[in-house]
């Protein structure tokens, strides 16, 4: 129950290097720098962040609003949406990542990746009536080189999802998925739901193999349809 409330006006952690062969096998996890700035408190377990950013090699994260362990639980095992405002917003440069654990993520060999990037934002805008979580997923362009010849993914994937809870059960508002393999858009409510799906499961091994040694997998099928409940 007691407050514990930190000011960062500049965290610096230089120079780490972690290893751990169960989790990342031979690969070894460099951090050249992690910084961080902002107010932090925890207290009964809630964590509250104002104007909190950290940046690293890889990406970095900012964080405003309140969040419990309790409206965690909640979230995961009840499909409750939290009622208090908080904002959560993040980029990650895949590139570095890939450098960084080119054998954990399974990369070819003789991959190089040069640029890629996964921006995300999370966020809890609670209105007079009703609760309200807003989640978008954005990624660009995948770009590489494998035998010196260029590799690209063109639009990833992008998702959006538009969700509210007046005390019942949650309604989907809007539910959007973007990508050359998979398009889905649609809305979902207790007493009715509408979903429209397209996909090309190849489609999918055939990119994602350009750049994950997929060596024994077999990805194929096709999805289309319609789903409702009314």
């Known amino acids: 129950g007691n407050l514990a409330a930190v000011r960062l006006e500049l965290l610096n952690l230089s120079d780490s290097l972690l290893a751990a062969p169960s989790l990342f096998g031979p690969d070894q996890f460099a951090l050249r720098q992690l910084a961080a700035n902002g107010n932090l408190a925890w207290q009964s377990g809630t964590a509250t962040a104002e104007q909190f ?3 690293c090699d890889f990406g970095e994260l900012t964080a405003n609003g309140q969040m419990s362990v309790k ?7 009840q499909v409750r949406l939290s009622r208090a ?8 440069d895949l590139a570095r990542v890939a450098a960084l654990l080119p054998s ?5 060999d003789d991959l190089r990746f ?49 969700v509210t809870q007046r005390g019942g059960l949650p309604r989907v508002d809007q539910l959007l998925c973007r990508s050359d393999f998979l ?17 090309d499961l190849a489609r999918l ?6 750049f994950v040694d997929l060596t024994g997998w077999q990805i194929a099928g096709t999805l289309s349809g319609e789903l409702g409940r009314h």
């Not at 409206?71 to 095992?77: F, K, M, R, V």
């Not at 405002?85 to 990650?92: A, D, S, Y």
């Not at 609760?131 to 990833?156: E, G, H, K, S």
């Not at 091994?205 to 350009?210: D, K, V």
Request: zero cysteines; glycine letters at 8%; charged letters at 20%.
């Open 183 to 199: 398009t889905g858009e649609g809305t979902a409510e207790v007493e009715q739901a509408q979903l429209k799906l397209s996909g």
């Open 114 to 162: 040069e640029s890629g990037e996964v921006q995300f934002q999370v966020l809890s805008k609670p209105q007079d009536d009703a609760a309200r979580l807003l989640v978008n997923i954005d990624t660009t362009n995948f770009v590489a080189r494998r035998d010196n010849q260029p590799i690209m993914w063109q639009q990833p994937l992008r998702g959006v999802a538009d």
């Open 53 to 55: 950013t950290a940046v």
């Open 71 to 77: 409206e965690l639980t909640e979230l995961a095992g």
């Open 205 to 210: 091994q055939q990119q994602l193999g350009q």
């Open 85 to 92: 405002p908080f904002q959560l917003e993040g980029k990650l």
């Open 104 to 108: 954990t993520l399974h990369l070819h």
